[in-house]
């Protein structure tokens, strides 16, 4: 029955929704879930695992869109209620979000391409299993908790994201980077990053929430052309349920998104990320377990 496929795209947009934006690792999740849930809406295999590709991966536009929506005010900088100096800030904000970019797309794009010119497989060929998943949870788990220790009763640097300098926000990027590893987590990444480099949580919470939207639209676009010449060469086209179940996941994602990102907001406002490591080293654990047993 089709309502079940429309189901299983659901609760991915659920899952995605709340894990890409807590430390958590988005990726982590969707693996368990593709074992027990896979998509069974075409007999034909490989059809399906292509899909699968872009699907991860383009319903995170519903996850941005939240994004954009909830921070609005701060994001557009041709708002007529600004003044001069909230939209030089605005632009400002985007020009640092940009810098810290880089990193990510210069490993993900160029480091992607050569490593599988010479080896045959790209990143997530050599990196995608659940091994490496849960490895990652469980480091970064520990991490967390590391970290908060640390930073117990120091004050931070930087208290909101325009007063992060272009160098700390490049140093933030190549954190993100690190986030090519799956398990890792790009929220994880970033916001440990951000406060080993003195930001506050609220800051490094809200930075890391900015920096998605370049990221994200990026991939997608990526994955999107990757499965568009995947058609083309096989001479088939995206069946009309296929464009269902991508269209319920993106807008899952996005109302999702709404809840985790304000959620996310206001805990870092009276807690640390501490409780994040836990459940990280939990799920990593549990992500051992299923991938011996399998």
């Given at each position: 029955?089709?309502i ?8 991915y947009?659920?899952v995605?929704g709340?894990?890409?934006?807590l430390?958590?690792?988005?990726t982590?999740?969707?693996?368990l879930?593709s074992e ?8 034909d295999e490989?059809f399906?695992?292509e899909?699968?590709e872009?699907?991860e991966?383009v319903?995170?536009l519903?996850?941005?869109l939240?994004?954009?929506v909830?921070?609005r005010r701060?994001l557009f ?7 001069s100096?909230e939209k030089?800030d605005?632009?400002?904000?985007w020009?640092?979000?940009?810098v810290?970019?880089v990193p990510?797309?210069v490993?993900?794009?160029?480091g992607d ?10 990143i997530d ?10 490895v990652?949870?469980i ?13 117990k009763?120091?004050?931070?640097r930087v208290?909101?994201?325009y007063?992060?300098?272009?160098l700390?926000a490049l140093?933030?990027?190549?954190f993100?980077?690190l ?9 994880g990444s970033?916001?440990l990053?951000?406060?080993?480099l003195?930001v ?11 920096m998605?939207v370049?990221v994200m639209?990026g991939?997608?676009g990526?994955?999107?052309l990757?499965?568009?010449r995947?058609?083309r060469?096989?001479?088939i086209s995206?069946p009309?349920?296929a464009w269902?179940?991508?269209?319920v996941g ?5 109302f999702?998104s709404l809840?985790a ?8 406002k ?10 990280r080293i939990?799920?990593?654990?549990a992500?051992?377990i299923?991938?011996f047993?399998?």
């Open positions: 029955m089709q079940i496929e429309w189901l299983k795209a659901a609760l947009g659920i995605e709340i894990t890409e934006w430390p958590v690792s988005s982590g999740h969707l693996i879930l027990w849930f896979p998509f069974a809406f075409s007999e490989a399906l695992g899909f699968w872009m699907f991966v319903i995170q519903g996850a941005i939240a994004v954009l909830l921070f701060r900088p041709f708002g007529k209620r600004k003044t100096a030089r605005t632009w400002r904000l020009g640092k979000v940009l810290a970019s990510a797309a490993v993900g794009l160029l391409k050569l490593l599988e010119k010479l080896t045959g497989k790209d060929g050599w990196l995608y299993n659940g091994l490496v998943v849960a990652a949870l480091v970064y788990g520990v991490a967390f908790i590391v970290v908060e220790r640390m930073r009763g120091r004050l931070p208290d909101s994201v007063d992060i300098s272009p700390t140093f933030i990027g190549l993100q980077a986030s090519l590893i799956p398990g890792t987590s790009r929220s970033t916001i990053g951000s406060i080993l003195g506050s949580r609220t800051a490094a919470a809200e930075f890391s929430f900015f998605a370049p639209v991939a997608s990526v994955k999107s990757g499965f568009a995947y058609l060469a096989e001479q995206m009309a349920n269902i179940i991508l269209g993106c807008a899952v994602s996005f999702i809840v990102i304000r959620f996310l907001t206001d805990f870092v009276k807690h640390s990320f501490a409780p994040f490591g836990v459940y939990i799920l990593g654990a992500v051992l299923w991938y047993v399998r």
